[in-house]
């Protein structure tokens, strides 16, 4: 399969505790987006990164989320002291470039209880 | 801020006939768009794209239109299936302001296929 991988596909957490989510992009993509999505809403865009650099932020992403794309290739995104707030699915997606075809992992389904 | 939103939450059709689902979105510099199905439990999936110097492109049994007079983005799915039942999201992209090409979503469209 070489598409965009996520990892796990479902995580279950006690609310205070910190969780890590991986991404892997399809191959030779330099894009590699981070998006959230509850029930019933849209992909909410949280961060993205243009090789290993962190491009752009939004404001849904709070201090106690980090991402980070070290090598250029996979990338992380930890969430710590999880809150109830933060259920959600947790959306990876790459492109070659901006404006160009970006294609979604399966995502990784966290509920925090 | 501007997004992108959809006209209908909801659309229903007869399995066999053709299918219509429209988005308006805001934001003149907007000149990426792509339309994504996505099934319950599963991430988007990619269907068609098209940039802000088209009005049209068509895929295997599906076209988009686009109309930027109205800002206006349509996505036509012809002789509609059951597989096609799914919630469809149009996402804009463009560089302005501090966003270069990052896709932003409106809240999307059920489509629900009758047999």
């Known amino acids: 399969d070489t598409g965009v991988s996520q990892d796990p596909r479902h995580k279950i957490t006690k609310r205070g505790q910190n969780v890590t989510f991986r991404c892997d992009p399809i191959s030779e993509h330099n894009r590699l987006y981070w998006y959230r999505q509850t029930l019933g809403q849209g992909p909410e865009f949280l961060t993205y990164f243009q090789n290993e650099a962190q491009l752009e932020k939004s404001r849904l992403l709070s201090d106690r989320f980090s991402a980070e794309r070290p090598k250029g290739s996979f990338s992380t995104l930890e969430i710590q002291r999880t809150e109830q707030g933060d259920s959600a699915m947790y959306l990876c997606a790459s492109s070659r470039a901006a404006n160009t075809e970006a294609f979604f992992g399966q995502g990784t389904r966290l509920t925090v209880v | 801020g501007e997004n992108v939103g959809l006209h209908l939450p909801t659309l229903s059709v007869q399995e066999g006939d053709n299918s219509i689902i429209n988005c308006a979105y805001s934001?003149?510099?907007?000149?990426?768009f792509i339309w994504y199905k996505q099934e319950s439990g599963k991430g988007p999936q990619f269907i068609i794209d098209i940039r802000s110097n088209m009005d049209k492109r068509q895929g295997q049994r599906v076209t988009v239109l686009l109309n930027k007079t109205v800002k206006h983005l349509s996505l036509q799915i012809a002789a509609t299936q059951p597989g096609d039942s799914a919630v469809y999201f149009c996402a804009e992209s463009g560089n302005y302001g501090g966003s270069q090409g990052n896709l932003i979503f409106g809240k999307g469209t059920k489509l629900s296929v009758k047999p």
């Open positions: 934001n003149s510099a907007s000149d990426y």
